[in-house]
C-alpha cells in the first residue's frame, strides 16, 4: 500500500493519502461484488434529493445528474450548489434550507434547483 501512496497524492492532493489508506478497510473482503454497474432505478419510489457541489474536490459533479437520470424521472432530485468544497450542507444558507425542508416537511425542491 505505501508503495501506492505517491500516485493516490498526485490524483488528490487533498483527499488521496486518506483514500489510498481508506482501501485497505476492504482488502481481501472475502465477497465478490455483483456488478460493476448496478442498477439503481428507483420507479415508485418517493423522490430521493441528490446534492451535486460544482466545486466538490472529491465527487466529480457529473455523477449527481447521472445518479438522478438513473434513479428515474420523479424521483431522482437533483439540487446543484455553485461552490467550492466537499458538501454544501450547514455551510450554504440555500442548500441547508432545501434539505431541511426535504428532511424535516417531506417539502421536495423542484429538480434542477440551483444555490449560490
Known sequence: MKAKLPEFRKAS????????WSL?????????????NPQVAAKGSAPILLVGNTGDPAIPYAGTRRMADELGKGVG???TYKGQGHGAYGTNTCVTKAVNAYLLDGKVPKDGVVCM
Request: with cysteine.
Open 77 to 79: 432530485i437533483e439540487l
Open 13 to 20: 492532493p487533498v483527499f488521496g493519502e486518506s483514500g489510498a
Open 24 to 36: 485497505l478497510e476492504c482488502t481481501d473482503w472475502p465477497v465478490k461484488g455483483e456488478a460493476k
